[in-house]
């Protein structure tokens, strides 16, 4: 497994911008991905974003297309979310996830059980 730390929530208003990180450690990463699940208040756990580590391939959940971006950073070992334009709807606890393969398939990047690590969880609030 990966230990992940994450780092970077907080409170903003709508409209605003965020940026988490996530600092990965554990693991050689060449063949892995990396990426963000969102869980809010009374819902289920949804990616956000993911990237695989070797070939940055990207995927994004539709609701975040356009608003979100998700990098990494090979030589530090570490993932970031960039987030601007933040609506009330995107307020959860968001999670820094790794899986130790990438995917043929693009809908196995949407699931959880698709990753064998997750961070401890940063929170997002975004005031109206």
């Known amino acids: 497994q990966v230990q992940l730390v994450e780092s970077g929530g907080g409170l903003v208003q709508a409209g605003g911008s965020l940026r988490l990180s996530c600092a990965a450690s554990?693991?050689?990463?060449?063949?892995?991905?990396l990426g963000w699940f969102r869980q809010a208040p009374g819902k289920g756990r949804e990616l956000v974003a993911a990237?695989?580590?070797?070939?940055?391939?990207?995927y994004y959940a539709d609701a975040v297309k356009g608003r979100f971006t998700i990098t990494r950073d090979a030589a530090k070992s570490m993932v970031f979310l960039q987030m601007v334009n933040l609506k009330p709807e995107d307020t959860a606890v968001y999670y820094c996830?790794?899986?130790?393969?990438?995917?043929?398939?693009?809908?196995?990047?949407?699931?959880?059980?698709?990753?064998?690590?997750w961070g401890q969880g940063t929170q997002v609030t975004v005031s109206s």
């Open positions: 996830v790794a899986a130790p393969a990438t995917y043929y398939y693009a809908q196995d990047y949407y699931k959880e059980t698709s990753y064998d690590s």
């Open positions: 554990g693991r050689a990463f060449a063949t892995n991905t």
């Open positions: 990237i695989t580590w070797s070939s940055t391939r990207t």
